[in-house]
């Protein structure tokens, strides 16, 4: 076979370090459209991008040349830059050092698009805690408890 063809998804999920309320509404949209570019550049591309205060949803088709691995610390590290450059008083900014990053079929994309565009109606019943651990459950993702905020 000549060519390489590939549908990888992945939905990526990462708080702000502390969890700090960092990502007021109106940074968001500045925020999710450089996320957007970097993906474009770095990693594939965006499907959607989401979240609240204290976390960032993001469903990435991945490049066939890049691990999910690489593809978050592109993404942490260069938006991370970013706000210190464009908030110069965000000096205390910084994403968790972990992420999640969840395969997600081409028939299930819809649904996860769905639950990113909710976020805001969705932490009004459940904290970015309750949501992280359900979906490591959900996907059947070992963890220790003690270690999963480090």
């Not at 594939?44 to 978050?72: C, F, K, N, Q, Y």
């Not at 949501?131 to 059947?140: G, N, T, Y």
């Amino acid at each position: 076979m000549g060519h390489t063809y590939s549908d990888l998804l992945i939905h990526a999920v990462f708080g702000t370090k502390d969890r700090r309320p960092f990502l007021a509404p109106e940074i968001r949209p500045r925020l999710y459209e450089y996320l957007a570019g970097i993906a474009r550049q770095e990693i594939g591309h965006a499907l959607r991008i989401g979240g609240t205060e204290d976390h960032v949803h993001g469903l990435l088709r991945l490049r066939t040349e890049i691990s999910p691995g690489v593809a978050m610390q592109k993404w942490k590290a260069l938006s991370s830059g970013w706000v210190h450059r464009t908030f110069p008083g965000a000096r205390d900014f910084a994403w968790q050092a972990g992420y999640g990053a969840f395969s997600v079929s081409h028939s299930n994309a819809p649904k996860v698009i769905a639950y990113i565009d909710s976020q805001e109606r969705h932490h009004r019943k459940r904290t970015f805690e309750e949501e992280f651990l359900e979906l490591l459950h959900r996907h059947q993702i070992t963890y220790d408890p003690l270690h999963v905020w480090e």
